[in-house]
């Protein structure tokens, strides 16, 4: 039952006197068969951290186990894990079937059982006659399938991808997020997906961490991390989310000229209020509600972006029906339906109305 | 609506296509700068591929008046130019292959390992080719006798060493630095060892550029004749060296033809053997133009 964790992982770049922290203190589980997203802006540390578990990178403290098992002294040739990298990495002067099959030659199989499992895992990621092709030949989509056919068919005990999808269109990205996310669930692979992209993240995984300037900053269940961000930094990087000032005091939250019920616990201090685009509803009477004037209304389908510009708020982004009518420089009264409340470092107080 | 198509009639056409007269007048310059550049690359080798064949040949007569083979016969007759093509061949190749030792390992940490100092040392590879290398070969001579290696093999050898160092850590390095870091990672991570990962990802990418380089080398070292004249008299004659001292001794053109000839034998069969994996890119790829 292979599973993954990462304990206290630490790494450091640098010189003694001006080291740069890229790696604090990173804590994260990954069950058997799960699929992992570890989220975050570049930079923040999320590429470091896989490379360490794949043994690119000497971690400066802390361990990484599989099955409960250190693999912190073996060399990366040695490790049960198998990697699919950002850039295309298929060795250009061998065909697609030797590219897969090297690994394999290195474990000294009979040829023909070879022949049968890199022949499986073609067709497992939908190329099965690509055999005899030069990576050259092949479009970066069908390259980056390659490549996961090539970590595949290894069997390894966690499946390591870093960004594999961000060279690809847009199109093409969902297309091979959702072939991934199916192979994955096939095969009950454990795996660790690290990206930037949110969306992808959130379509992928059974659980995300979501890394800031290389500390975790939560790890949930993409549903819990969008609607119960633990910090300011989740709140803002996950989903769109507007941020406002606000000041607690007895029981209510003053945000710009309303009041809005607080939780006993909160503390009289000013606050952040984080409001999603969607917790907000158009009212007619004045009571409770901001108003402000819109200054931008874009058709998204099934709901409408609007940008409303309010006085006391500043630039504010909702989500809208379409069953309300609405027109650029109308004035709207609104209200939230549903917000959060962040205190310094604490998890934040949700308020529902 | 239709549109009227334009019309034809004045429109140069070349091959069969119509072109535009800025298009053409590209195409003529384009042709003459070839027919130029031949005539001056071919033309100097055409003299001396006729003088070497030519028995007698006088002013003004465009071509050599009379044809033959007889200072071929004259020239191979010579014990010197006999013992100095298999002196000049072994030598070449033996400078090379040390070379090759020395270089390319040398190579591979310049691309791989950013240790301190390294852009200096790149450069400083440089500098045998920044002065004259005349003074520079009479200096070590001066050493090189004290040492006793004047007119000795391995005194030849080290001097042209020394002109191999520039392409043979150059081109490497530069072929070594285009190789993505992630391609060896990859090869890593499926179970190769650092050794195999060098052999069988490593190696055959930069296979075209490492061959150019050994192929300039031995074609140059070939050619040496300045340091193997310096250090090598009077022990080592290698085919180079009599080239400069037939030209500078005889009177008779046809000598200093005849072993030019000779001295691009070698050159000739590598190139043809070297073209099926050389691109035209290959070399000035090597030094990262």
Redesign the interface.
């Not at chain 1, 039952?1 to 450091?12: A, F, G, V, Y």
């Not at chain 2, 200072?71 to 014990?79: G, Q």
């Not at chain 2, 920044?130 to 090189?144: D, E, K």
């Not at chain 2, 034998?265 to 035209?280: D, I």
């Given at each position: 039952m292979p599973t993954l964790d990462l304990i206290n992982l630490r790494k450091q770049f640098g010189s003694v006197t001006n080291p740069v922290v890229a790696v604090n203190d990173l804590n994260i589980n990954v069950a058997d068969g799960e699929f992992l997203c570890i989220l975050g802006p570049s930079g923040c540390g999320k590429s470091t951290a896989l490379r360490m578990v794949?043994?690119?990178e000497e971690p400066s403290g802390g361990d990484v186990q599989i099955d409960q098992q250190s693999i912190i002294n073996m060399?990366?040739?040695?490790r049960p894990?198998?990697?699919v990298?950002?850039?295309y990495?298929?060795?250009?002067?061998m065909k697609v079937y030797d590219n897969i099959a090297?690994?394999l030659k290195?474990?000294h199989l009979p040829k023909n059982q070879i022949d049968q499992e890199v022949q499986a895992s073609l067709e497992l990621v939908g190329l099965g006659r690509y055999g005899d092709r030069y990576p050259a030949q092949l479009s970066g989509g069908e390259q980056q399938r390659v490549?996961i056919a090539?970590?595949l068919v290894?069997k390894p005990k966690i499946l390591l991808l870093d960004e594999p999808f961000s060279n690809l269109d847009a199109l093409l990205r969902v297309r091979l997020r959702e072939e991934l996310r199916q192979i994955q669930r096939n095969l009950k692979i454990t795996a660790v997906f690290v990206t930037h992209d949110q969306e992808e993240a959130l379509s992928l995984a059974d659980r995300i961490a979501v890394m800031s300037k290389g500390e975790l900053q939560q790890l949930d269940k993409p549903a819990t991390i969008y609607a119960r961000p633990k910090t300011l930094f989740v709140a803002d990087f996950i989903g769109a989310m507007n941020m406002l000032d606000g000041e607690v005091n007895g029981g209510v939250v003053k945000v710009g000229n309303q009041r809005l019920p607080s939780p006993a616990e909160c503390v009289a201090a000013p606050a952040k209020i984080a409001i999603r685009p969607e917790d907000v509803i158009v009212t007619q009477t004045g009571e409770g509600a901001w108003h402000g004037r819109i200054t931008q209304v874009s058709d998204l389908g099934h709901y409408r972006k609007v940008f409303v510009q309010s006085p006391d708020l500043g630039m504010l982004k909702l989500y809208l029906p379409k069953s309300i009518e609405i027109n650029d420089g109308e004035m709207i009264t609104f209200k939230p339906t549903r917000f959060l409340i962040f205190q310094g470092p604490l998890p934040p107080f949700e308020v529902k109305l | 609506m239709k549109i009227d198509p334009t019309p034809a009639y004045h429109q140069p056409t070349m091959f069969g296509y119509r072109i535009s007269t800025r298009t053409l007048r590209r195409e003529a310059f384009g042709i003459f700068a070839l027919v130029a550049l031949t005539l001056i690359i071919i033309g100097p080798m055409m003299t001396v591929f006729l003088w070497a064949f030519a028995e007698r040949w006088r002013q003004p007569a465009l071509l050599p008046t009379e044809w033959g083979l007889s200072y071929w016969y004259e020239t191979l007759a010579r014990n010197d130019i006999t013992s100095a093509m298999p002196m000049s061949l072994g030598l070449a190749l033996t400078v090379t292959a040390l070379s090759a030792i020395i270089c390319l390992p040398a190579a591979y940490a310049f691309a791989r390992i950013n240790f301190p100092g390294r852009q200096g040392l790149l450069l400083s590879f440089l500098a045998v080719n920044a002065f004259p290398r005349f003074g520079l070969y009479v200096t070590i001579a001066v050493v090189f006798f004290r040492l006793g290696l004047v007119g000795t093999l391995p005194g030849v050898i080290l001097i042209q060493l020394v002109n191999t160092l520039l392409t043979m850590i150059w081109i490497p390095t530069s072929a070594f630095q285009n190789i993505?870091r992630?391609?060896e990672?990859?090869?890593?991570?499926?179970?190769?060892?650092r050794l195999?990962v060098f052999f069988?990802?490593t190696l055959?990418?930069v296979f075209p550029a490492l061959a150019a380089a050994l192929l300039l080398t031995f074609v140059s070292t070939f050619y040496e004749a300045q340091g193997a004249l310096i250090i090598g008299i009077p022990g080592i004659r290698t085919m180079a060296v009599l080239m400069y001292s037939y030209i500078n001794n005889q009177i008779v053109v046809q000598y200093g033809a005849v072993i030019s000839l000779m001295l691009w034998l070698p050159s000739l069969v590598l190139l043809s053997f070297a073209q099926k994996f050389l691109r035209g890119n290959t070399v000035s790829s090597g030094f990262g133009v």
């Amino acid at each position: 039952m292979p599973t993954l964790d990462l304990i206290n992982l630490r790494k450091q770049f640098g010189s003694v006197t001006n080291p740069v922290v890229a790696v604090n203190d990173l804590n994260i589980n990954v069950a058997d068969g799960e699929f992992l997203c570890i989220l975050g802006p570049s930079g923040c540390g999320k590429s470091t951290a896989l490379r360490m578990v794949a043994g690119f990178e000497e971690p400066s403290g802390g361990d990484v186990q599989i099955d409960q098992q250190s693999i912190i002294n073996m060399p990366p040739n040695k490790r049960p894990t198998a990697m699919v990298f950002q850039k295309y990495t298929l060795w250009p002067h061998m065909k697609v079937y030797d590219n897969i099959a090297f690994g394999l030659k290195l474990r000294h199989l009979p040829k023909n059982q070879i022949d049968q499992e890199v022949q499986a895992s073609l067709e497992l990621v939908g190329l099965g006659r690509y055999g005899d092709r030069y990576p050259a030949q092949l479009s970066g989509g069908e390259q980056q399938r390659v490549a996961i056919a090539r970590a595949l068919v290894l069997k390894p005990k966690i499946l390591l991808l870093d960004e594999p999808f961000s060279n690809l269109d847009a199109l093409l990205r969902v297309r091979l997020r959702e072939e991934l996310r199916q192979i994955q669930r096939n095969l009950k692979i454990t795996a660790v997906f690290v990206t930037h992209d949110q969306e992808e993240a959130l379509s992928l995984a059974d659980r995300i961490a979501v890394m800031s300037k290389g500390e975790l900053q939560q790890l949930d269940k993409p549903a819990t991390i969008y609607a119960r961000p633990k910090t300011l930094f989740v709140a803002d990087f996950i989903g769109a989310m507007n941020m406002l000032d606000g000041e607690v005091n007895g029981g209510v939250v003053k945000v710009g000229n309303q009041r809005l019920p607080s939780p006993a616990e909160c503390v009289a201090a000013p606050a952040k209020i984080a409001i999603r685009p969607e917790d907000v509803i158009v009212t007619q009477t004045g009571e409770g509600a901001w108003h402000g004037r819109i200054t931008q209304v874009s058709d998204l389908g099934h709901y409408r972006k609007v940008f409303v510009q309010s006085p006391d708020l500043g630039m504010l982004k909702l989500y809208l029906p379409k069953s309300i009518e609405i027109n650029d420089g109308e004035m709207i009264t609104f209200k939230p339906t549903r917000f959060l409340i962040f205190q310094g470092p604490l998890p934040p107080f949700e308020v529902k109305l | 609506m239709k549109i009227d198509p334009t019309p034809a009639y004045h429109q140069p056409t070349m091959f069969g296509y119509r072109i535009s007269t800025r298009t053409l007048r590209r195409e003529a310059f384009g042709i003459f700068a070839l027919v130029a550049l031949t005539l001056i690359i071919i033309g100097p080798m055409m003299t001396v591929f006729l003088w070497a064949f030519a028995e007698r040949w006088r002013q003004p007569a465009l071509l050599p008046t009379e044809w033959g083979l007889s200072y071929w016969y004259e020239t191979l007759a010579r014990n010197d130019i006999t013992s100095a093509m298999p002196m000049s061949l072994g030598l070449a190749l033996t400078v090379t292959a040390l070379s090759a030792i020395i270089c390319l390992p040398a190579a591979y940490a310049f691309a791989r390992i950013n240790f301190p100092g390294r852009q200096g040392l790149l450069l400083s590879f440089l500098a045998v080719n920044a002065f004259p290398r005349f003074g520079l070969y009479v200096t070590i001579a001066v050493v090189f006798f004290r040492l006793g290696l004047v007119g000795t093999l391995p005194g030849v050898i080290l001097i042209q060493l020394v002109n191999t160092l520039l392409t043979m850590i150059w081109i490497p390095t530069s072929a070594f630095q285009n190789i993505d870091r992630a391609l060896e990672e990859a090869a890593l991570d499926v179970g190769a060892g650092r050794l195999r990962v060098f052999f069988q990802i490593t190696l055959p990418q930069v296979f075209p550029a490492l061959a150019a380089a050994l192929l300039l080398t031995f074609v140059s070292t070939f050619y040496e004749a300045q340091g193997a004249l310096i250090i090598g008299i009077p022990g080592i004659r290698t085919m180079a060296v009599l080239m400069y001292s037939y030209i500078n001794n005889q009177i008779v053109v046809q000598y200093g033809a005849v072993i030019s000839l000779m001295l691009w034998l070698p050159s000739l069969v590598l190139l043809s053997f070297a073209q099926k994996f050389l691109r035209g890119n290959t070399v000035s790829s090597g030094f990262g133009v």
